[in-house]
């Protein structure tokens, strides 16, 4: 016979005990706190506050403890727990091994670098109390500060520094093992000392010493453990930073607490930080309108839903942070079509970068003005800019084309090209279209091609079966980091490098000199003739500069005090 | 009757093994090659890359990396995940709970909710109860679940402000046993609907037209003329000869509930293994794709299983001995 009520009593029994069977782990409580400060202890004003710029020796008396940047509110107040979204589970928690965005947010909090940026890219200390570059910009020498100690209770030393620059950052962290060829020699005369000795001068040294670039991990942990990468440490890891690991809820949280022995005293302010994992942009602006989560990067945040925030009073909206990013519509050099500078010149002529920043971006960024975009203001080249030289002008672009020898068939077609792009970029997916319809106005007919990014890596940076495609680049504080190599002659294939086919010795030579040039007037001199070039030369276009917007709930203060949004959440408090 | 049920696991060995084999080779055949996604977003030295791919054991033939991968599943080990860098059954490990309790939620209201709408529409045929429900049924089936689960959002978490938008459970929760379980519940309540109106329509419709094919039976006819009530003719004579067919459409639709339930997981950020694998074959992590596909395979192979002992449960003429 029916049982009804025994069935209901067996699925809430089965429902009780797959619940509780979730991966929650018993949370680990955050370590009691100490009595909490009303106001942050007093620090230091900063003597020397600005430090060095990249290649101008550092002031010898660095600041000892206060960033410049700290937020103008006052009285910050211990207490509350921060709910920052993210898109997915980091693939690990060890800042050394990847750039993966997510893996920055979190790892950002736990670890330190050497150096942090402010909102002006200038280096401010943070692991480093002071520096000194030699004259030729080919010593650094940085003094460590001896109040730091691990999450676990060990000291910090510049043994440290050395092991994890020489056996995991160099070998393993996809950015900085760049670095390992022009690093000559690591030293570490004592506890507190670590000087870096360089084959060059290399402007961007410093820019590359936060804790995105080179977080420094404990060597009492790696060191002799086997595999760097298979470490357990990677999925509870141990730093200096503000807030300790606490717990991982794969596929759903990532808590983190205070550290209480944080060296910088009275910080951090808040009693703990959740990362709240949720995937589609669209649900990680609800969460954010409802109250589920108090904070969302421009990396996360779904550009459409911009205008619907901007208009709730309960959230704080700020534009222009983070490092300047470009997206660019890069041409293959190898198809006939667009072999010559000038028939690029002509397509460039025919795109309307206007409405693709209008509609792709809801009016969110800037129309790409050179080669380098226009976030590195000391660089422009005033006499370059896009919009003058191919302002939209389909007769003229046909002209071009018809000149170039890439003429039009008795139907008026000149051909079909291949658009490849990342079909996880909203952004793409609708400026795709848009350049779909600007070139059948010059006669080409446009395959647009959807792919997921592992295909787009092989097809486009490996195989280069494309013709134009797509791309975001970033170029982490310092255009030599991230832009040089979309210019640079490169004879093998590897990914998210020069993949055009544009080869010009004359470009190759001017981008080392830009790198190494001592003084930020020097490097402009060289970038100044490289946008000429490029720009006319146009193995791509930048179609437009993005532009961060995040939003944070109006119960955060103290956010933004880095160049990127992610640093600095020591100084993030919650009004009581 | 246990001798069928190892038979029937005996049966289903080779099949598994089949399931693992073309899916190794379809997962790896795909385009995409997942070191491009290890090495990271910049360039990458190629003894850098060659590396990274000895690492993971991608630099040998596609055949013996066959025959290394059964010979480790042999052995209970499913294998290492590239991008969650921890073993694929502890990930699965930490995922399956949630999936099953979302899915296991769906299926019992889809069940109950869509055998009940069957009923009433077949009670009632050609009148308004059938006409509503089969309207129901009709668009409940065409909706798309990723869709409704939006609308849901819109409706009751943005604009009502009754339920929340996503996740388990809140993350500032420290709750855990019961109250944890007991939290998760509201957070339950959308993704369920969202997963279920498909499955509700599809059961309602199926027994609406088993229960049609029975009531005019002359076995019907006597449990009326003996003086039944109607609700102990439909519940205990209709629609128990009815179930044959409502029961094996429920056990063949457990493996598109498993796949509905990777797109509600994503929408409404459910952490379980349908979000598990979406995200897998992004990044093109092959072991936890294979490992899932393996996981999905057994679970449809077992709801076949419990479909055929579910028959002998109901229909006393069914019975399994050899």
């Known amino acids: 016979m029916f049982r009804p009520f025994r069935l209901i009593a067996l699925f809430l029994l089965i429902m009780f005990a797959v619940g509780c069977a979730s991966p929650t782990p018993e949370p680990t409580k955050a370590p009691p706190t100490a009595a909490p400060t009303l106001a942050p202890v007093a620090t230091t004003a900063p003597a020397a506050t600005k430090a060095p710029e990249p290649t101008k020796p550092a002031p010898t008396t660095a600041p000892t403890i206060a960033p410049t940047a700290a937020p103008k509110v006052a009285e910050p107040t211990r207490g509350g727990t921060a709910v920052v979204a993210m898109d997915s589970d980091p693939e690990t928690l060890n800042l050394g091994l990847t750039t993966g965005y997510s893996a920055g947010d979190v790892g950002s909090k736990i670890f330190n670098g050497l150096v942090w940026l402010d909102g002006s890219y200038q280096p401010q200390p943070q692991l480093a109390e002071a520096w000194t570059i030699s004259a030729d910009g080919k010593t650094y020498t940085f003094k460590l500060r001896r109040d730091v100690t691990w999450h676990d209770g060990k000291p910090f030393t510049s043994a440290d520094v050395k092991y994890t620059y020489e056996e995991i950052l160099f070998k393993l962290h996809p950015r900085t093992r760049t670095l390992a060829a022009r690093v000559k020699s690591i030293d570490a005369p004592d506890a507190q000392t670590i000087v870096f000795t360089l084959n060059d001068a290399y402007a961007p040294f410093m820019i590359q010493q936060t804790v995105f670039e080179a977080p420094i991990l404990p060597k009492h942990l790696y060191d002799g453990q086997g595999d760097v990468t298979k470490n357990p440490v990677n999925l509870k890891p141990v730093g200096t930073g503000p807030f300790k690991f606490s717990e991982w809820n794969k596929g759903a949280t990532i808590k983190l607490v205070r550290n209480d022995n944080y060296f910088e005293k009275g910080k951090p302010y808040l009693d703990a930080i959740v990362f709240q994992i949720i995937p589609q942009g669209a649900n990680r602006s609800t969460a954010l309108e409802t109250g589920e989560v108090d904070f969302v990067v421009d990396f996360y945040l779904a550009k459409t839903d911009v205008p619907r925030l901007d208009k709730n009073t309960k959230l704080t909206g700020k534009r222009g942070q983070g490092a300047p990013a470009i997206d660019f519509m890069m041409f293959n050099t190898r198809t006939k079509a667009l072999a010559t500078p000038e028939a690029r010149q002509a397509v460039a002529m025919a795109i309307d970068r206007k409405r693709i920043v209008d509609q792709s971006m809801n009016g969110i960024g800037r129309v790409g003005r050179g080669p380098f975009g226009d976030g590195f203001k000391w660089l422009l080249n005033p006499a370059v800019d896009f919009d003058k030289m191919y302002p939209r002008d389909v007769a003229k672009a046909k002209a071009a084309l018809d000149k170039a020898g890439v003429t039009a068939g008795a139907d008026g077609m000149r051909g079909k090209l291949r658009l490849l792009y990342d079909s996880a970029r909203p952004q793409f997916v609708s400026a795709a279209q848009i350049i779909k319809e600007n070139l059948k106005d010059i006669g080409f007919d446009v395959d647009l091609q959807a792919i997921e990014r592992a295909v787009m890596i092989q097809k486009v940076f490996l195989d280069w079966e494309y013709d134009l495609t797509l791309q975001s680049f970033v170029s982490s504080g310092d255009p030599a980091i991230g832009y040089h190599r979309l210019y640079i002659t490169t004879a093998t294939k590897a990914q998210f490098t020069n993949q055009t086919g544009y080869t010009n010795p004359k470009v190759d030579d001017l981008l080392a000199k830009a790198a190494t040039a001592p003084g930020v007037q020097a490097r402009a001199g060289f970038y100044g003739e490289l946008q000429t070039i490029l720009a006319n030369d146009l193995p791509s276009i930048v179609l437009f500069d993005e532009e961060g917007v995040d939003f944070a709930s109006k119960k955060l203060s103290g956010t933004w005090a880095g160049i990127d949004s992610r640093d600095r959440w020591d100084l993030v408090w919650m009004p009581k | ?322």
């Open chain 2, 1 to 322: 009757m246990w001798f069928y049920i190892l038979k029937r696991v005996a049966q289903a060995l080779p099949l598994l093994l089949g399931v693992v084999v073309f899916n190794f080779a379809l997962i790896q055949l795909a385009p995409g090659d997942p070191v491009t996604l290890l090495v990271g977003d910049y360039p990458a030295p190629e003894e850098y890359v060659k590396q990274v791919r000895a690492e993971y054991g991608l630099d040998r033939p596609l055949a013996e990396q066959l025959v290394l991968y059964l010979g480790q599943l042999a052995r209970g080990n499913l294998g290492y995940s590239y991008a969650n860098r921890m073993s694929v059954a502890e990930l699965i490990g930490k995922r399956i709970g949630p999936t099953l309790q979302l899915m296991i939620t769906a299926l019992v209201l889809a069940i109950i909710v869509g055998v009940s709408l069957g009923v009433i529409a077949a009670r009632g045929r050609g009148k308004l109860p059938d006409f509503a429900a089969q309207v129901g049924a009709l668009v409940g089936y065409s909706v798309p679940d990723f869709w409704l689960g939006q609308i849901l959002i819109i409706l009751f978490a943005v604009t009502l402000a009754w339920l929340p938008s996503q996740g388990m459970r809140s993350a500032r929760s420290v709750a855990t046993g019961f109250d944890a379980f007991l939290e998760t519940l509201p957070y339950l309540v959308l993704p369920t609907l969202a997963l279920s109106v498909r499955f509700i329509a599809l059961f309602s419709r199926i027994t609406r037209s088993a229960m049609l094919d029975i009531l005019h039976s002359d076995f019907v006819l006597g449990a009326r003329a003996k003086g039944l009530s109607e609700a102990r003719v439909l519940l205990t004579h209709v629609l128990r000869n009815a179930s044959l067919p409502i029961v094996t459409v429920i056990g063949y639709n457990v493996g598109l509930l498993i796949a509905g339930s990777a797109l509600i997981e994503t929408v409404f950020a459910w952490p379980g293994v349908g979000r598990l694998m979406f995200d897998s074959i992004t990044k093109r992590d092959y072991p936890v794709m294979t490992g899932i596909l393996l996981m999905v395979s057994c679970a449809v192979v077992l709801a076949n299983l419990l479909t055929d002992l579910a028959y002998a449960a109901l229909d006393p003429r069914v019975r399994y001995t050899r």
